[in-house]
Nanobody, 124 residues
Framework: QVQLVESGGGLVQPGGSLRLSCAAS????????MCWFRQAPGKERQFVAA????????YYAESVKGRFTISRDNTKNTVYLQMNSLKPEDTAVYYCAAKGGSYYSTTPGQYDYWGQGTQVTVSS
């Protein structure tokens, strides 16, 4: 069992930056692929970024590539999402999720554990 708690969301102007954190409970954090999804009002939950267990491989949605960076610190049981050059269309609730196994997925249903989400609003 893994419990995930996100933090770091807020209101930021276009072009600004935010860093989201997701703290995990349990001693098996390093065995999970970690991912960030987001969901805007009236839209489906959307893949943002994923990172493998050791942090050696990262994957991004095209819409955030070059602006967002996912990272993890297995000694702190925490995954991060650094978001730069934010745009109004990045406004959403951001969720972290954990998945076992060897392959990441862009499908929300493939993830075993979810946080409660943190709101990110990009507006002037």
């Amino acid at each position: 069992q893994v419990q995930l708690v996100e933090s770091g969301g807020g209101l930021v102007q276009p072009g600004g930056s935010l860093r989201l954190s997701c703290a995990a409970s349990g001693r098996t954090f390093s065995s999970y692929i970690m991912c960030w999804f987001r969901q805007a009002p009236g839209k489906e939950r959307q893949f943002v970024a994923a990172i493998t267990q050791s942090g050696g491989f990262t994957y991004y949605a095209e819409s955030v590539k070059g602006r967002f960076t996912i990272s993890r610190d297995n000694t702190k049981n925490t995954v991060y999402l650094q978001m730069n050059s934010l745009k109004p269309e990045d406004t959403a609730v951001y969720y972290c999720a954990a998945k076992g196994g060897s392959y990441y997925s862009t499908t929300p249903g493939q993830y075993d554990y979810w946080g409660q989400g943190t709101q990110v609003t990009v507006s002037s």
